[in-house]
C-alpha cells in the first residue's frame, strides 16, 4: 500500500496548495475497501482492489519524486530515497509484526507456528509475496490457514518496486546518456513495463492464478500506469471547459473504483485484465483529481485522518482478524467484527500520532545518514526476524521428540498403535501408554506427507507426484509376482509410502502416477482456472490411455477426493450421478473386461480445525476434536456404487474399504490409537498411512487371489 507521503506535518497543518487532498482521500477510500472486505467479504465483493489503488498511488508519488530529484540535481540519490523509505516504512511494520508474533506464541495453537514463523520472517525482510507464491502453487497447500502476517504481500511487492525502479531508471539514463530527458527515460521505461507485465499477468492469471496474485512481475504493470501518470505534467485549468474536462475525467476514475468493488468478486480470475478496472480508475483520479470536487472530499478531516492513518491502518487490521477469532474460539460475528474494526482504528490513530509520526520526524532520526539507517535496519531485521527463528525452533524441537518417539513405537511391537487400535470392532486394542500420545506432533503434521518433495533427488520417484502425466516404478522392475497400476490425485498419493514398502516387501512392481486435484474419470472436473481445467482433462485422457496399453496387469488400484475439485454435473443431473457415471465411463475405457480395478474408498472428512484442535490439547487425547461419522462420511465418493455397475456391465472389480478403521458406529477421530490422523482439512498423515499398511496388504492380497481364481 502506499506510504509516499514526504510532508513532516500532519494533514491538518499542512499547506493546501501542496498537499494532495484527492490522493489522501484516495488513500482513505483504498484502506476502507480491503478493511471491510477483510470484515464483511459477503458485503463487498471486491473490496480486495483497494491494494491496487494503493499500488497506483505509490507508482505515482514515488516517479514523480524520482522524476523531480533527476530533474532539478541531475541524478537519484539511492542511498537518500532508500533512507526515507525506511524510515517511512519499517518502524511501523517492525512495530506490528513484534506485537503480532507475540500474539501469535500467546493465543494461536503451536500446529499453526510452523507457517506463521515462516511468514513472520518472509514479512520482516519483505518477500512475504513469493512465500505466499510458493505456498499457492502447491495443490496440498489449497487449505493452508490465513495467517496474520498474509497482508504484508503487498508490502513486499511495494519495496521490491522501490528498489527496482529507481536502479532501472539509473541504468536507462546511463544507456541513453543526456540524449533523451530523464522524464522521456521514465516513459520509455514505464511503457515498457506496462506492456511486458500487463501481457504476463494476463497470461499468468489464465495458467497460475496463484502464483500471479501474488508476484511482483504481474503486479509492475500497476505501479508502471501510475509513474506513467506522475510524467504528465497538466497545466492548471483556466477555463471552464478545462475544468470540467478535468472533473470529468476524474469522476469517470471514481465510477470505475466504484464499479471494480461490484463487479470483481473472489471467483473473477485476478489480477488479470480485470485489474484494468480499478488500476486505470486509479490512474485517472491521481492525474486529474487536483483541483477538483476530490480534493475538497479528501481534504474533510475524518476522510483526510483516515488517509493519514492507513498505512498502520492496513498494518494492524488483518491480524487482529486473523487472531481474535482463534482467542474467542470461533468465528467473528457482528458485535466481534464491529469491534475488530474499531480496535483497528484506534491502534492505527496512536501508532501514526504518537509513534511513527514523532520518531520519523525526530531530529535525531531525520539527521540519520542513509549509512546509519542501513545500519540500523539490518539490525531491528535480524532482531525482529528472530522472533520468527525461535518460533521455528520450538516447533523443531516438538517435532523431533514426536518422530523419535514414533519411531521407536513403529520399530517395537508396540500394541494398538494408530489403526492397530481396531476402533470399530467389537474390543478395541487400547493400550494405556498412548492415552497422552499424539504423533506426529501437530506442527509437523503438514509435513509428515509421503510425496517427493522439489528437491527429491531420484528422478523415478518424482515421477510419482508431478505436474503431467507419467509413472514412477516402486519395487521389482522385472521378475516380479504382481503388477500393479495406481493412478489418482493427492488422496491415492496419501499411501505411496504404503505401495511402496508392499512392492518391496511382496516382490510386486507398482507403476503409479499421481497428480494434484485429478483422478481417473472423464467427468468434467470444477478446477482454479480453465488453463488448470484442460490440463487436467488431457492428464485424465493419457491415464486412460496408459492403462489400456497395460492391461496384462494384475490389477488397476484407483482412488480421489471427495472434497476436493468435485465434478461439474451437467444440467439436469446430481453431481453424485455424475461422479459415478464419470468413474464408471473410465473404467470401462481403460480396464474393459480384462484388468481388475480395486477402488479405494475415500478417508472420512475431518473437523476443518483438526489440526490445530488436536494442537490444543493437553494431558490424555479426548473426543473434543472428533467428527461425528453422520459428517465425516455424508460426501460419497460414489466409489462403491460406480463398481457395482462396473461388475454388472461385466468388468472385474472389488472396492477396498478402510472405514472401520477410522469411524466407531458413531464418530470418527482425530487421533486413533497415539496417531494424528489428518495432517489438514482432508489428507491423511504418513504416520497413519503407515498404520494402516498390515491391513492394507491383506486385503489387497485378498482381493487379488479372487481375481485370479
Known amino acids: 500500500m502506499s506510504t509516499a507521503t514526504e510532508d513532516p506535518r500532519g494533514p491538518a497543518h499542512r499547506a493546501r496548495d501542496t498537499t494532495r487532498w484527492d490522493i489522501q482521500g484516495l488513500r482513505a477510500f483504498a484502506v476502507l475497501a480491503v478493511v471491510v472486505y477483510h470484515l464483511w467479504p459477503n458485503r463487498l465483493h471486491g473490496g480486495f482492489v483497494g ?35 525506511a524510515k517511512r516504512l519499517l518502524p511501523g511494520a517492525f512495530l506490528t509484526i513484534l506485537a503480532t508474533g507475540a500474539a501469535v506464541l ?22 512475504q509475496n513469493w512465500e505466499l507464491a510458493a505456498s499457492s502453487v ?15 504481500w503487498s508490502l513486499s511487492v511495494e519495496e521490491q518496486f522501490y528498489i527496482a525502479l529507481p536502479l532501472l531508471l539509473l541504468l536507462l539514463t546511463l544507456v541513453v546518456r543526456k540524449r533523451v530527458s530523464p522524464v522521456t527515460t521514465a516513459r520509455i521505461l514505464l511503457g515498457t513495463v506496462v506492456v511486458v507485465s500487463l501481457v504476463w499477468c494476463i497470461v499468468q492469471t489464465n495458467t497460475n492464478p496463484g502464483v500471479a496474485y501474488f508476484s511482483t512481475a504481474t503486479r509492475a504493470w500497476e505501479f508502471a500506469l501510475g509513474g506513467l501518470a506522475a510524467t504528465v505534467a497538466l497545466p492548471a485549468p483556466r477555463t471552464v471547459v478545462a475544468r470540467s474536462v478535468r472533473s470529468g475525467a476524474a469522476i469517470v476514475g471514481a465510477l470505475a473504483l466504484l464499479a471494480s468493488l461490484v463487479v470483481i468478486t473472489p471467483a473473477t480470475p485476478f489480477p488479470g485484465i480485470a485489474a484494468a478496472l480499478p488500476v486505470v480508475g486509479a490512474t485517472l483520479m491521481v492525474t486529474f483529481g487536483a483541483g477538483t470536487l476530490f480534493e475538497l472530499l479528501g481534504a474533510v478531516r475524518p476522510i483526510a485522518f483516515v488517509g493519514r492513518i492507513s498505512y498502520s491502518l492496513y498494518l494492524w487490521h488483518w491480524p487482529l482478524v486473523v487472531i481474535v ?21 484506534v491502534l492505527a490513530a496512536v501508532t501514526t500520532v504518537w509513534f511513527e509520526e514523532p520518531l520519523r520526524f525526530s531530529g535525531w532520526v531525520r539527521t540519520l545518514r542513509p549509512r546509519r539507517v542501513a545500519v540500523l535496519g539490518v539490525v531491528c531485521t535480524v532482531v525482529v526476524a528472530a522472533l520468527g527463528v525461535s518460533t521455528l525452533t520450538a516447533v523443531h524441537v516438538q517435532e523431533v521428540q514426536a518422530a523419535t518417539f514414533t519411531k521407536r513405537l513403529q520399530d517395537g511391537e508396540v500394541s494398538c498403535f494408530g489403526a492397530a487400535a481396531q476402533i470399530s470392532a467389537a474390543k478395541p486394542c487400547v493400550d494405556p501408554k498412548l492415552a497422552d500420545v499424539r504423533v506426529p506432533a501437530p506442527s509437523a503434521a ?51 509410502g504404503v505401495y511402496r514398502d508392499l512392492a518391496a516387501k511382496n516382490g510386486w512392481r507398482i507403476d503409479l502416477a499421481g497428480i494434484g486435484g ?10 482454479l482456472s480453465p488453463a488448470s481445467g484442460r490440463g487436467c482433462d488431457r492428464w485424465k485422457q493419457q491415464a486412460i490411455a ?8 494384475d490389477a488397476l488400484i484407483v482412488a480421489h477426493s471427495t472434497t476436493q475439485m468435485p465434478v461439474d454435473a451437467p444440467e439436469g443431473q446430481q453431481r453424485d450421478d455424475a461422479t459415478r457415471a464419470g468413474l464408471l465411463d473410465a473404467w470401462q475405457q481403460a480396464a474393459g473386461d480384462d484388468l481388475p480395478v480395486i477402488a479405494v474408498r475415500d478417508n472420512p472428512v475431518p473437523r476443518r480445525d483438526v489440526v490445530a484442535c488436536v494442537s490444543r490439547m493437553t494431558g490424555p487425547t479426548d473426543s473434543s476434536c472428533d467428527n461425528p461419522r453422520s459428517v465425516a462420511l455424508a460426501q460419497t ?11 454388472a456391465a461385466g468388468g472385474t472389480g472389488s472396492v477396498l474399504d478402510l472405514t472401520k478403521y477410522y469411524c466407531t458406529d458413531t464418530t470418527c477421530p482425530a487421533v486413533i490409537g497415539g496417531v494424528l490422523v489428518y495432517r489438514d482439512t482432508s489428507h491423511i498423515t504418513g504416520t497413519w498411512a503407515k498404520s494402516l499398511e498390515p491391513y492394507i496388504d491383506q486385503q489387497l492380497k485378498q482381493k487379488l487371489a479372487s481375481f485370479s481364481r
Not at 325 to 345: E, F, N, Q, R, T
Not at 474 to 479: H, M, V
Not at 637 to 647: G, L, R, V
Open 51 to 85: 491494494v491496487d489503488v494503493f499500488f497506483v498511488i505509490s507508482g505515482y508519488l514515488i516517479t514523480g519524486h524520482l522524476l523531480r530529484e533527476q530533474l532539478s540535481t541531475g541524478r537519484i540519490r539511492l542511498g537518500q530515497f532508500w533512507s526515507r523509505r
Open 106 to 127: 500467546l493465543v494461536v495453537p503451536s500446529a499453526l507456528w510452523s507457517q506463521y514463523g515462516r511468514e513472520l520472517i518472509a514479512s520482516t525482510v519483505y518477500a
Open 138 to 152: 502447491d495443490y496440498l497447500d489449497a487449505d493452508n490457514q490465513a495467517s496474520p502476517f498474509q497482508h504484508f
Open 325 to 345: 477469532p482463534i482467542w474467542l474460539d470461533h468465528p467473528l460475528g457482528w458485535k466481534s467484527k464491529l469491534a475488530v474494526l474499531v480496535v483497528s482504528l
Open 446 to 496: 503438514k509435513e509428515d506427507d509421503p510425496n517427493p518433495s522439489p528437491d527429491e533427488p531420484d528422478p523415478n520417484i518424482k515421477k510419482c507426484w508431478s505436474g503431467r502425466f507419467e509413472t514412477c516404478v516402486l519395487g521389482k522392475t522385472t521378475g516380479y509376482s504382481k503388477h500393479l497400476l495406481v493412478i489418482g490425485d493427492s488422496h491415492s498419493n496419501t499411501l505411496l
Open 518 to 527: 485429478c483422478y481417473l474419470t472423464t467427468a468434467h472436473q470444477q478446477s
Open 546 to 553: 496408459f492403462v489400456e496399453q497395460h492391461r496384462d496387469a
Open 637 to 647: 465418493d460414489s466409489s462403491a456404487e460406480a463398481m457395482a455397475a462396473f461388475t
